[in-house]
């Protein structure tokens, strides 16, 4: 069975950091976009941050840049999203998603990405 796991998340003070990481078991991610999106409670699921299929382009949220950084490592078939300097605003449930050789271009659209993770839960809080 194909799918795609997140895994990463956790509990971390103000100013820390976390790196999540994006999996799939069944097919290899290197021929798809890969973008990140979160969830917080009551509010609906952001774009932050994607990747192209070969790593070479990249895109973030304003609210993100300067912060997080996205890599991937096609070889290890993972995606990761380095999260620094977390604030509390940050806390969400973070989503992996993929698109076949999907452009990283332009805003982080939820339609845009056709295959899903179950999300890991980031909670940034003193």
């Known amino acids: 069975q194909s799918q795609i796991v997140e895994s990463g998340g956790g509990l971390v003070q103000p100013g820390g950091s976390l790196r999540l990481s994006c999996s799939a078991s069944?097919?290899?991610?290197?021929?798809?976009?890969i973008g990140w999106f979160r969830q917080a409670p009551g509010k609906e699921r952001e774009g932050v941050s994607c990747?192209?299929?070969?790593?070479?382009?990249?895109n973030y949220a304003d609210s993100v840049k300067g912060r997080f950084t996205i890599s991937r490592d096609n070889a290890k078939n993972t995606v990761y999203l380095q999260m620094n300097s977390l604030k509390p605003e940050d806390t969400a449930v973070y989503y992996c998603?993929?698109?076949?050789?999907?452009?990283?271009?332009?805003?982080?659209?939820?339609?845009?990405?056709?295959?899903w993770g179950q999300g890991t839960q980031v909670t940034v809080s003193s």
């Open positions: 069944g097919f290899t991610l290197e021929s798809y976009a």
């Open positions: 990747i192209s299929h070969t790593g070479g382009n990249t």
């Open positions: 998603a993929a698109r076949l050789f999907g452009v990283v271009t332009g805003p982080i659209l939820v339609s845009k990405y056709d295959y």
